[in-house]
């Protein structure tokens, strides 16, 4: 069954440490994201990866890091450096040329720092 | 610099009635815009592309340059149409931009 799979579910973190997020795709997708999701602001998008080793920032990637070094993974890293990250953070993955059949999305991980 | 608006971020609707969920942009380039809806526990979902000009689940949205709009419209609203809608703009490369989105509910 074909699909983006985001774990954990559910992280908790203290202040100050650094957090992994997985993202784990077996479309064969060449591009993946990942969004933050607040109430009221609707998805801003945090980093994204057009191909193998490559990524670009997007609109808020102060204070996360990315790496793509596998096509099916792109784990985002929340560092002490973010001032905010109490949030839910979605996944996606597209093929490009393909775009318009839009996104694949994760089930996303909520984020809480404690 | 690209931008897309969702005026409302809640609207209520009784069933059989109809609904518009609104979507603005501002883009340079040539537009092409989603609309993506999120249900209860479910993930985040392609709804319908302006470029298809299809109707998914009775929702039909229609690309308005003149007016930088793409709001999304259904005759008679259902209750499981309540939702969190989306609006998106696709910009350079494949990333998107999404607006604030609305929370439809539809009540019985």
């Known amino acids: 069954d074909g699909g983006i799979t985001q774990s954990p579910k559910y992280l908790f973190r203290k202040e100050g440490q650094n957090v992994t997020l997985s993202c784990e795709q077996n479309?064969?997708?060449?591009?993946m994201y990942w969004y933050r999701q607040d109430p009221g602001q609707g998805l801003r998008l945090i980093y994204y990866?057009?191909?193998?080793?490559?990524?670009q920032k997007g609109d808020i990637a102060e204070g996360y890091s990315v790496s793509r070094e596998k096509k099916e993974s792109f784990p985002l890293t929340v560092t002490s450096a973010q001032k905010n990250p109490t949030a839910f953070y979605l996944c996606?993955?597209?093929?490009?040329?393909?775009?318009?059949?839009?996104?694949?999305f994760g089930s996303g991980t909520r984020l809480t720092v404690v | 610099a690209q931008r897309v608006t969702q005026p409302e971020k809640l609207l209520s609707v009784f069933k059989g009635a109809p609904v518009e969920l609104k979507c603005n942009y501002s883009y340079s380039g040539s537009p092409e815009l989603f609309w993506y809806v999120q249900y209860s526990r479910q993930r985040l979902q392609l709804l319908l592309r302006h470029i298809s000009r299809e109707s998914i689940k009775g929702f039909t949205a229609d690309l308005n340059k003149g007016e930088t709009s793409f709001h999304l419209k259904k005759p008679f609203a259902q209750e499981e149409d309540s939702a969190m809608y989306y609006c998106a703009l696709k910009t350079s490369g494949s990333r998107l931009t999404f607006g604030e989105g609305t929370q439809l509910t539809v009540n019985p």
């Open positions: 990866s057009q191909i193998v080793n490559d990524f």
């Open positions: 996606a993955s597209s093929l490009p040329g393909t775009d318009n059949y839009g996104y694949t």
């Open positions: 479309l064969n997708h060449d591009a």
